[in-house]
């Protein structure tokens, strides 16, 4: 049996320590926010009258059962301070104090009913239930002495004392899950996020439906703007976030099924096919009504009468105005922005988009959305694989200087897949929608002939 410390504890850092408890392996989590699960939890089911495979139920039966494996230890509210190589890894690490331990918690409410200052909230999602601690209003954290909430534990799964603990961990490999973040849709600020109420990201879609039936009131007629922060040069993105398109028309799908009579339109440089079931999701989607555009709206604006107009150009240049009263912008994904200070302590080199270099290897490993964009289930399978990996080699007792050299890991091999010919060189972006979608005029071009005439334009510009 070995022990192993994933730093990470979204759904690939639960699904790999969940593997390797399976393979009889100790496995303890690093998760630096207050509660575990990472960005899935905030995601909603979008199943209509059947399955739409988006992976956000398996992935919640997958934490539940991880949390409730006697070999993983979760450990919240954790931040690495220092790591250290010799032999074994070694690594130092603060937690903030309450902490209430998933692992022993029975979920009987009492820390919640005992809290004075009313600052530990219950969260559950189907069959998992957290205490999540916000640490801006606990007492303990403003230098007061309290112990009501582990005064209060019936089975005594809550540490208190100072306002945090000093730990050192030691294992004998380390694996990085730290997954990612989306992309800040402020930064396009000319698709009115942040300016106007009814344009509102994919995240936040997600979130909303999770608690309601709509988008809100009115809704009548509702745009999915794709490749938001994706296959931009200009952003530093030029890569496909392989997730937007899946999203984007899942959503769309349950939005019509709530609401029959709300108008959809998808807007779109190209679709990506998810899975073996986008055609006929797509033949589905059509034929209830949903529009696909191939078409860039580049301006957003609100009209008096409150309507989001999208000023729009398709393929052939031309322009139009269009009117909508939701926007959702299907931002695209991008690393973590605790990706480089984390690099630096682990010695873990990043691709030209930000992104962790695999090193699947020896001491170190990288598995998730942390290496490159991937969907929940590509996530959970990628880590299984990972874990499997390190659970069937015996670990190497090198130090990371020896395996590496004194410079640390190699340097960054291909990013993303998907990633776009102009990222491999010194890419420009290309001005117009046209010159994105393809030159010639008056006919339709295929996703690859758009590739390429978008490639063949920045060349240009």
């Not at 695999?358 to 996530?379: N, R, Y």
């Amino acid at each position: 049996m070995s022990k192993y410390l994933i730093v990470g504890g979204g759904v690939s850092g639960c699904t790999a320590a969940g593997e390797l408890a399976r393979l009889g392996h100790e496995a303890t989590i690093l998760e630096r926010d207050a509660r575990f699960g990472g960005k899935v939890l905030d995601y909603c089911c979008k199943a209509t009258d059947s399955c739409s495979r988006c992976g956000v139920c398996v992935a919640v039966s997958q934490l539940h059962e991880t949390a409730s494996q006697k070999r993983v230890h979760i450990s919240t509210a954790s931040t690495i301070r220092e790591v250290r190589w010799d032999g074994a890894v070694s690594v130092r690490v603060t937690r903030r104090n309450p902490y209430i331990d998933p692992g022993l918690c029975i979920g009987c409410d009492a820390c919640l009913k005992a809290c004075p200052a009313k600052c530990i909230q219950r969260q559950q999602k189907a069959e998992l239930v957290q205490y999540v601690v916000d640490y801006a209003d606990c007492r303990l954290q403003s230098g007061k002495e309290c112990a009501a909430c582990a005064k209060a534990c019936p089975v005594q799964a809550i540490t208190v004392g100072a306002s945090e603990s000093t730990l050192t961990l030691g294992a004998d490999a380390l694996l990085v899950a730290t997954g990612h973040q989306p992309f800040d849709a402020a930064r396009k600020i000319r698709l009115g996020y942040g300016r106007f109420p009814g344009v509102m990201t994919g995240t936040e879609a997600e979130e909303l439906l999770s608690r309601q039936e709509s988008l809100g009131e009115p809704a009548g007629s509702v745009a999915f703007i794709q490749c938001v922060g994706s296959r931009d040069p200009k952003e530093g993105r030029n890569y496909c976030s392989a997730v937007c398109c899946a999203y984007a028309l899942r959503l769309a799908r349950m939005l019509k099924y709530r609401q029959p009579k709300t108008e959809i339109s998808i807007y779109y440089i190209d679709l990506q096919n998810f899975d073996k079931t986008f055609t006929r999701l797509r033949e589905e989607l059509t034929a209830s009504g949903i529009r696909f555009l191939r078409a860039i709206p580049f301006r957003v604006e609100q009209s008096s009468s409150g309507k989001l107009q999208l000023y729009i150009e398709d393929p052939d240049g031309g322009q139009s105005i269009v009117e909508h009263d939701r926007v959702v912008l299907s931002v695209g994904m991008e690393p973590a922005s605790q990706a480089g200070e984390l690099a630096e302590k682990l010695g873990l080199k990043r691709n030209e988009f930000g992104f962790f270099a695999a090193a699947a290897e020896g001491k170190l490993f990288v598995t998730g959305t942390c290496a490159q964009p991937l969907s929940i289930p590509d996530c959970m399978s990628s880590a299984r694989a990972t874990a499997a990996a390190m659970g069937a080699s015996p670990p190497r007792a090198a130090r990371a200087s020896e395996r590496y050299g004194a410079a640390g890991p190699s340097k960054a091999a291909s990013g993303p897949p998907r990633a776009t010919a102009e990222a491999k060189g010194k890419a420009r972006t290309p001005v117009r929608a046209s010159e994105r979608f393809g030159a010639a005029r008056g006919k339709a071009k295929t996703p690859a002939q758009a590739r390429k005439g978008a490639s063949q334009a920045g060349r240009r510009a």
